[in-house]
């Protein structure tokens, strides 16, 4: 059973950055396909970023070109870096995990969900 934890949310001034981190036990990322995603109360869950097990990332439009996704294998750890964060980036970010294949913005493609990070952009 592969548990995911995220860490790093907080408060961010517009135009900062910040780094989210997301942390596996009981699996190892260089077998998965990963992914971030975020969420507004009463809002559906929207995808952000996504890294396939062979290192290929997907990025929503809205935050292609600011925020990068990446993995360190060797500390079994998933990040997004979040630069120039706006506002509209204020969610709960969760990063998930998935062994099969799929659309990579789907939630339905992935199989383990971390608790959730607040990130709160200000203006």
């Known amino acids: 059973q592969v548990q995911l934890v995220e860490s790093g949310g907080g408060f961010v001034q517009a135009g900062g950055s910040l780094r989210l981190s997301c942390t596996a036990s009981?699996?190892?990322?260089?077998?998965?396909?990963m992914a971030w995603f975020r969420q507004n109360p009463g809002v559906e869950r929207e995808f952000v970023a996504a890294i396939t097990w062979g290192s290929v990332t997907t990025y929503a439009d809205s935050v292609e070109g600011r925020f990068t996704i990446s993995v360190d294998d060797a500390k079994n750890t998933l990040y997004l870096q979040m630069n120039s964060p706006q506002p509209e980036d204020t969610a709960v970010y969760y990063c998930a995990a998935g062994a099969r294949g799929g659309v990579v913005s789907s939630t339905g493609t992935y199989d383990y969900w971390g608790q959730g990070t607040q990130v709160i952009v200000s203006s």
């Open positions: 009981g699996g190892y990322f260089s077998t998965y396909n």
